[in-house]
């Protein structure tokens, strides 16, 4: 029996704050608005560039690598689903945290691949030299991980990926525009690592689908042809004009980004004054818990006075919520209403 991924919550019953699912609480681009009067019947009539390279060439130059370093998919959900199918053949297991992101488990049994699960350290940090021990194919690492949102610093992840080259490391950034420590360039330097990063989050296009891998040119020619037995054209003509556009605004994306990451670090303040306990974050979200009253609580209390933020009702997890970033008056009404609930 498969076990599916549990979506979080897209309730459309009235208006909600929505701190649920890692959306970036700011508009795309700018530059995006007046582009729909350019879909005009040519490119919406024709099928799409099946290999996406125009889009895959404006991603090469922001990385810093080759078009034959990249790939592109339906989000990054479909490109880590891709890697899955393209670099493990269910001969040895796949290695993951056992807090992470958690469509890695379900695309294990999806593929019927034995998941070797390492426990995360006490201080929720990613315990990688027990990983390096593990015996398997190869990693998943969320970085920042998920639902934590701590972060491995760049050094700790060479360090980890130089011990283990028979293995591959597939590192998943989604949320790595917050922390600034990519391993995209260590992709030149070690031939089993892929780099997983995705629109959805630091340029604000989730209702887009568009993810993409970084890697040496035999990987990716690896998942293009994982690709090509199931969907000639994941990245339709819409999806890659809207991502290409939203490149070319490297000062929005930078603005945005900065906005995020200062309101983060003023909520986790604010959250902490009030007695959670919440490990530093990396990403655009903050897990937050150990509060005098439970997470599931929180959850439910908010949720009745407009608030969405994410609860899992699993072991390990279940003490915590994890809080979205968003605006500064969306985290000032989050804030009024925690209040009211903690007294
Ligand atoms: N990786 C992680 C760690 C995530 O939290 C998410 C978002 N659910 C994804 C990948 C997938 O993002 P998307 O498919 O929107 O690119």
């Given at each position: 029996m498969l076990t599916p991924y549990t979506a979080g919550e897209q309730l459309k019953d009235k208006r909600y704050i929505k701190l649920n699912t890692n959306e970036n609480p700011y508009?795309?681009?700018?530059?995006?608005?007046?582009?729909?009067?350019?879909?005009?019947?040519?490119?919406?009539?024709?099928?799409?560039?099946?290999?996406?390279g125009v889009l895959r060439e404006q991603i090469a130059l922001c990385e810093g690598v080759g078009k034959e370093n990249v790939f592109c998919g339906n989000g990054s959900d479909e490109v880590l689903f891709l890697s899955f199918a393209a670099f493990f053949d269910g001969t040895?297991?796949?290695?993951?945290?056992?807090?992470?992101?958690?469509?890695?488990?379900?695309?294990?049994?999806?593929?019927?691949?034995?998941?070797?699960?390492?426990?995360?350290?006490?201080?929720?940090?990613v315990n990688l030299s027990e990983m390096a021990e593990r015996d398997c194919a190869g990693y998943f690492i969320a970085?920042?991980?998920?639902?934590?949102?701590?972060?491995?610093?760049?050094?700790?992840?060479?360090?980890?990926?130089?011990?283990?080259?028979?293995?591959?490391?597939?590192?998943?950034?989604?949320?790595?525009d917050f922390y600034g420590e990519s391993c995209v360039p260590l992709t030149k330097k070690y031939e089993n690592l892929l780099v997983v990063k995705t629109f959805s989050k630091s340029y604000s296009l989730a209702g887009i689908r568009c993810g993409y891998a970084v890697g040496n040119a035999a990987l990716v020619r690896g998942l293009f042809n994982?690709?090509?037995?199931?969907?000639?054209?994941?990245?339709?003509?819409?999806?890659?004009?809207?991502?290409?556009?939203?490149?070319?605004?490297?000062?929005?994306?930078?603005?945005?980004?900065?906005?995020?990451?200062?309101?983060?670090?003023?909520?986790?303040?604010?959250?902490?004054?009030?007695?959670?306990?919440?490990?530093?974050?990396k990403a655009n979200f903050l897990f937050a818990g150990r509060a005098p009253v439970s997470a599931r609580e929180i959850y439910l209390r908010l949720k009745e006075e407009g608030v969405l933020v994410r609860f899992w009702d699993k072991p390990l997890i279940s003490d915590f919520c994890r809080i979205t970033v968003g605006t500064r008056e969306e985290t000032d009404v989050l804030l009024k209403k925690l209040k009211k609930i903690l007294t």
């Open positions: 508009p795309p681009s700018p530059r995006l608005k007046d582009l729909f009067g350019a879909f005009d019947e040519s490119v919406l009539k024709f099928y799409p560039a099946p290999d996406a040895r297991p796949v290695c993951f945290a056992d807090i992470t992101y958690t469509f890695y488990e379900v695309y294990a049994k999806f593929f019927g691949v034995t998941a070797n699960v390492v426990p995360l350290n006490g201080d929720f940090t970085n920042p991980n998920a639902p934590t949102g701590v972060g491995i610093p760049l050094n700790e992840m060479e360090r980890f990926i130089a011990s283990v080259p028979e293995k591959i490391v597939i590192a998943d950034e989604a949320y790595m994982m690709k090509d037995c199931m969907n000639s054209y994941p990245v339709d003509a819409v999806c890659e004009a809207v991502c290409v556009q939203a490149l070319l605004d490297r000062e929005y994306h930078e603005k945005t980004v900065a906005l995020v990451v200062s309101e983060r670090e003023r909520l986790r303040r604010e959250l902490l004054a009030l007695g959670f306990t919440v490990p530093e974050s």
